[in-house]
């Protein structure tokens, strides 16, 4: 099992509808979470962290974390074209070397207009 | 300042040249990361400097050879680099090891 997992997509929305993108993790002990936007040819940009379970907002970005059932999603309301990226799920995990950070896969979203 | 600058932007190199690449940071962080990624595909680890001490390698062959020479700087030297080593190479930095990472603009490295 990879330690963190992402579906790849591609996943198409049309504009102005929610985009749901998620993300699972192996191991439990994990404390922090993060997602990162980036565009063809560019490098990562980190968009929204979250450390407790719930949901933490930020303008049209929503991060779910349910550390239970080791699940993290991010949703983008309102989705615009600008928004057509790759979001890369990352999750800081407790391995024996210390902490080191893990990225998903990502998933590849393009929003049409 | 929040940024990450790396240097150069683009790099074409062949199979037997020497080059660096080199990576800023001025936000106190301790720190700093490289990584390799290739197209379609996620950042892979290659290094870890946390407080100026490399503290993972992930098996990266020797023709790659980091440095950090204080703690806003970090280094990649590169020789004797093969064709499949084209990617762009970014790197990272972060308060510590326990915190986000932010991300410079990334070295396009060619092999030739």
């Known amino acids: 099992q990879k330690e963190v997992e992402q579906n790849s997509g591609p996943l198409s929305v049309p504009e102005g509808a929610i985009a749901s993108l998620n993300c699972t993790y192996s191991?439990?002990?994990?404390?922090?979470f993060f997602w990162y936007r980036q565009y063809s040819g560019k490098s990562p940009e980190l968009i929204m962290f979250?450390?407790?379970?719930g949901d933490k907002e930020d303008g049209r970005f929503t991060a779910q974390l349910n550390k239970a059932s080791q699940y993290v999603s991010l949703l983008i309301r309102d989705s615009q074209p600008s928004d057509s990226a790759t979001y890369l799920c990352?999750?800081?995990?407790?391995?024996?070397?210390?902490?080191?950070?893990?990225f998903g896969t990502g998933t590849s979203l393009t929003v049409i207009p | 300042d929040t940024e990450v600058t790396q240097t150069p932007k683009h790099l074409v190199m062949g199979m037997t040249n020497k080059k660096s690449l080199k990576c800023e940071q001025h936000?106190?962080?301790?720190?700093m990361y490289w990584y390799k990624q290739k197209a379609k595909k996620p950042p892979e680890l290659m290094f870890v400097y946390s407080y100026e001490k490399l503290s993972i390698n992930e098996s990266v062959p020797s023709r790659f050879s980091p440095e950090c020479p204080n703690s806003s700087l970090l280094n990649l030297h590169l020789h004797a680099l093969q064709p499949e080593d084209s990617a762009l190479y970014l790197c990272?930095?972060?308060?510590?090891?326990?915190?986000?990472?932010?991300f410079g603009p990334g070295t396009r490295l060619t092999v030739l």
């Open positions: 979250i450390y407790s379970n």
């Open positions: 191991d439990r002990g994990s404390q922090s």
């Open positions: 990272a930095s972060s308060q510590d090891r326990y915190n986000e990472q932010f």
């Open positions: 936000m106190g962080h301790r720190a």
């Open positions: 990352a999750v800081i995990l407790m391995v024996p070397t210390g902490n080191q950070f893990y």
